[in-house]
Structures are given as structure tokens and as C-alpha cells.
Nanobody
Framework: HVQLVESGGGSVEAGGSLKLSCAVS??????MGWFRQAPGKDAEGIAG??????????YYADSVKGRFIISQDKEDSTLYPQMNSLKPEDTAMYYC????????????????RGRGTQVTVS
């Protein structure tokens, strides 16, 4: 079982940046990532990173590609998305997630998720 706790959300002006954090505890050698959900909209997976053996390239949704960077601190497993050039359409609750399958994270139904942190872009 993996425990995930997000932090770093807040309000920012369009064009600005935010860096969220996800404190990770437990066995997290699997797909780690972030998905977001705005009111009245379906969950949208935005980024994923495989943290087990044979780490490959990160995955990014087209909506954030070139603006967001996902990374993990190898010392304490904290997961980050650095979010740049934020747009009002990036406004959503952001969730940290972990699952054996990337698809589960991208659909917003991972086996492990945090409680979320709100990001508002105006």
C-alpha cells in the first residue's frame, strides 16, 4: 500500500508557475503520476513516471506537454510536477497517484491516490 499526500497548490495568475509536491510512503516502485479534475468535468491524467526498474521516459498529456515537468526525488521519493505557463484551463483539483498501470492513473482511477490540492489560475 502506498500513501500519498499532496501540497503546494494555490492561486496564480495566468502565465505563472507552481510546483506541487507529493510525499510518498510505502512501496512506490510502480507508475507514479498526476491527474486533475475540474468541477463538472472528467478526470484528466496529465503526467506519469515509471519508478521501478528500467525507468523510461515520462508521459505527458498533450494539454500540458512542454509546460509541465514531472520528476521524483530519489532520496525520499517525493514526486513533483513543475507547472509552467499556467492557463485558466489548468484550474482543477490535482491528485497524486500510484498504480501498476499508467492507464489507471490517466483515467483517474488509480489504486492509490492522495486527497488532492487545488490549483486556481486566473
Amino acid at each position: 500500500h502506498v500513501q500519498l499526500v499532496e501540497s503546494g497548490g494555490g492561486s496564480v495568475e495566468a502565465g505563472g508557475s507552481l510546483k506541487l509536491s507529493c510525499a510518498v510512503s510505502g512501496d512506490s516502485k510502480m507508475w507514479m503520476g498526476w491527474f486533475r479534475q475540474a468541477p463538472g468535468k472528467d478526470a484528466e491524467g496529465i503526467a506519469g513516471l515509471f519508478t521501478g526498474i528500467d525507468v523510461g521516459s515520462p508521459y505527458y498529456a498533450d494539454s500540458v506537454k512542454g509546460r509541465f515537468i514531472i520528476s521524483q526525488d530519489k532520496e525520499d521519493s517525493t514526486l513533483y510536477p513543475q507547472m509552467n505557463s499556467l492557463k485558466p484551463e489548468d484550474t482543477a483539483m490535482y491528485y497524486c497517484a500510484a498504480d501498476a498501470m499508467l492507464g489507471s492513473i490517466l483515467r483517474g482511477f488509480p489504486s492509490n491516490r492522495g486527497r488532492g490540492t487545488q490549483v486556481t489560475v486566473s
